[in-house]
């Protein structure tokens, strides 16, 4: 089966650095993408990675090990307007989008 | 890149009665889309996939005939729940996958509430 773990909630302080962790078990996989959601919207792309290794993308940079079923989110220079769910999905041997249920980051002044 | 409108963004209507979501793909030919659902504080479910042309595949335990989806056209689906129920309020959520960028796009997602 299919299995993505994400913590459900995580706070951090406006500049600084925060790491949302996602592992995940699966028999088929074709990348990893991570989703921004702000409260009442729909989820919006950030990244995806289907090959080992760290890809950046401005304050925004995801991580995927393959081997170990792990991936992460790194999000540099915080700023309020992160205060989001953050959406960990597995694409699976079908092409099907599997869900994690989401970090939420508060981000405090 | 890829855009895809969803419409109405907010609706509220009374039980027994049917509402029509329309997701429609901008700039580009979208032969699939996902359907999802969303409750409050939980993650996306998937409720069926409509392939231009053809039947739309429902999730288990997802009713057909009340989960009504359309897809007409490489740049139209729709959704149209039909004698809806106070707990089908939910967010409603269409997606199509970005070939481009290997991505999912989402539509902007409706709000229904059923009163």
């Known amino acids: 089966g299919q299995n993505i773990d994400q913590p459900t909630e995580m706070t951090a302080t406006e500049g600084a650095i925060v790491q949302i962790n996602c592992t995940y078990q699966?028999?088929?996989?074709?990348?990893l993408f991570w989703y921004q959601q702000h409260a009442g919207e729909a989820p919006t792309f950030l990244s995806y990675n289907v090959l080992d290794g760290l890809e950046e993308k401005g304050r925004f940079s995801s991580f995927l090990s393959r081997s170990k079923g792990y991936s992460y989110l790194l999000l540099k220079e915080l700023q309020m307007k992160d205060s989001a769910s953050y959406l960990c999905?597995?694409?699976?041997?079908?092409?099907?989008?599997?869900w994690g249920a989401g970090t939420k980051l508060i981000i405090k002044p | 890149g890829a855009v895809v409108s969803q419409h109405p963004s907010r609706v509220i209507c009374k039980s027994g009665t049917s509402v029509k979501i329309e997701c429609r793909s901008l700039?580009?030919?979208?032969?699939?889309m996902f359907w999802y659902r969303q409750f409050p504080k939980q993650s996306l479910m998937l409720m069926a996939t409509?392939?231009?042309?053809?039947?739309?595949?429902?999730e288990q335990g997802v009713e057909k005939d009340k989960f009504l989806i359309n897809h007409a056209s490489l740049t139209l689906s729709t959704l149209t729940v039909t004698s809806a129920h106070p707990e089908d309020s939910s967010f409603y959520i269409c997606?199509?996958?970005?070939?481009?960028?290997?991505?999912?796009?989402f539509g902007s997602g409706t709000r229904l509430t059923v009163v």
């Open positions: 409509s392939n231009e042309g053809s039947k739309a595949t429902y």
């Open positions: 997606s199509a996958p970005d070939r481009g960028r290997g991505g999912y796009t």
């Open positions: 999905a597995l694409m699976d041997s079908n092409y099907q989008l599997i």
């Open positions: 699966t028999s088929g996989f074709n990348g």
């Open positions: 700039d580009f030919q979208a032969t699939t």
